[in-house]
């Protein structure tokens, strides 16, 4: 009852006028989770696809225009490989029992990061997912997948370089043309940041464009994030004065 009325009470406060238009989240804490409960880490990792599920439901609901997922970074790999494994299966069950609900909540979605590296059958969900969804107008759901921004500044400046010597770019170029040369070309920066766990890093998360994004930190596991937290995260940015620099 207190949570419902907490949510309630979240609901009628915040302003959809006033929204994030961009939210990205590190989902990070699953395998805490599960060894606190005595369970798998596997376990941890399913659920956390249960808490995926419903934070896009509540973003669409809510109407978050972007909404970006940190589901595998390019130092993922480094675990055990049965566990990167069952990682690298969960995007084509996630699709296999998701692509209806995200059809009927007009969710368009994208992936972001370094698709050559991924296995073949994780490719193959995702650009599967994208193009059911790409004709949707809703919510965009970006993937980050086999994503780490150093790389990706890294790969945007030998594209420009390549571009350079091969005379399409003869001028300098300012922040605005770097962008597009991101895996995030043609995506707004994110205007809030979500981190679970309780951890208070970036973890080479969207460096370049989190430059002036309003961060928040959850003192949960990702498994046990829900809408309430997702409410009081943005109730909580549109509390913030966003300055840029200014006064």
């Not at 995200?102 to 994208?130: D, F, H, T, Y």
């Not at 921004?149 to 300012?174: F, L, P, Q």
Request: charged content about 30%; aromatic content about 10%; overall charge neutral.
């Amino acid at each position: 009852m207190e949570v419902d009325l907490k949510e309630q009470e979240l609901n009628e406060n915040i302003d959809r006028g006033k929204l994030p238009a961009h939210v990205a989240i590190i989902m990070d804490g699953n395998g805490r989770w599960a060894a606190e409960r005595g369970l798998p880490r596997k376990e941890g990792h399913r659920q956390g696809v249960e808490t995926v599920r419903n934070t896009v439901r509540c973003g669409s609901d809510l109407g978050i225009e972007i909404l970006t997922l940190f589901a595998f970074s390019t130092e993922n790999w480094q675990r055990p490989s049965w566990e990167v494994n069952y990682l690298m299966s969960l995007p084509e069950k996630y699709f296999q029992t998701e692509l209806p609900e995200l059809m009927r909540n007009n969710v368009r979605v994208n992936l972001i990061g370094e698709k050559s590296k991924l296995p073949a059958k994780v490719r193959k969900a995702i650009e599967e997912g994208a193009e059911e969804t790409k004709v949707n107008s809703g919510m965009v759901l970006n993937f980050a997948l086999n994503y780490g921004s150093r790389s990706e500044i890294i790969m945007a400046v030998n594209r420009i370089i390549d571009e350079v010597a091969a005379g399409k770019i003869k001028e300098k170029i300012d922040e605005r043309d770097f962008t597009r040369y991101l895996y995030t070309a043609g995506i707004p920066d994110p205007d809030l940041l979500i981190r679970t766990s309780g951890e208070k890093r970036i973890s080479n998360f969207l460096l370049w464009q989190l430059a002036y994004s309003e961060l928040w930190f959850a003192d949960v596991y990702w498994p046990d994030f829900s809408r309430i937290h997702l409410l009081e995260a943005v109730y909580d940015y549109q509390l913030r004065k966003r300055r840029f620099g200014k006064v």
